[in-house]
């Protein structure tokens, strides 16, 4: 079956980096496109980054020349590097698979001083 892991997340400073990982599992990773979202407390979901099977990549214009989406399709893997980060980043990123209806559990980014 479907599977999302993500992982990579964590606590730093304002101005610090993170990247995250997400390994996909039960579809055809290399044929899909895939996005990171983002849900902080009491805000709705929204979109931060996508890259298509062939690797065009989008971006909300909130992270724009601060993250970057990267895949890498023999591991099944979608990154998001982020740099410059803000505690309006703070929140949990979650991996999806474009028309897939599933998410999985996200990882926790905190940005604090």
């Known amino acids: 079956q479907v599977q999302l892991v993500e992982s990579g997340g964590g606590w730093v400073q304002p101005g610090g980096s993170l990247r995250l990982s997400c390994v996909a599992s039960?579809?055809?990773?290399?044929?899909?496109?895939m996005s990171w979202f983002r849900q902080a407390p009491g805000k709705e979901r929204e979109l931060v980054a996508a890259?298509?099977?062939?690797?065009?990549?989008n971006y909300a214009e909130s992270v724009k020349g601060r993250f970057t989406i990267s895949r890498e399709n023999a591991k099944n893997t979608v990154y998001l590097q982020m740099n410059s980060l803000k505690p309006e980043d703070t929140a949990v990123y979650l991996c999806?698979?474009?028309?897939?209806?599933?998410w999985g559990q996200g990882t926790q980014v905190t940005v604090s001083s």
């Open positions: 890259i298509s099977s062939l690797g065009n990549t």
């Open positions: 999806k698979a474009f028309s897939v209806d599933y």
């Open positions: 039960g579809f055809t990773f290399s044929t899909y496109r």
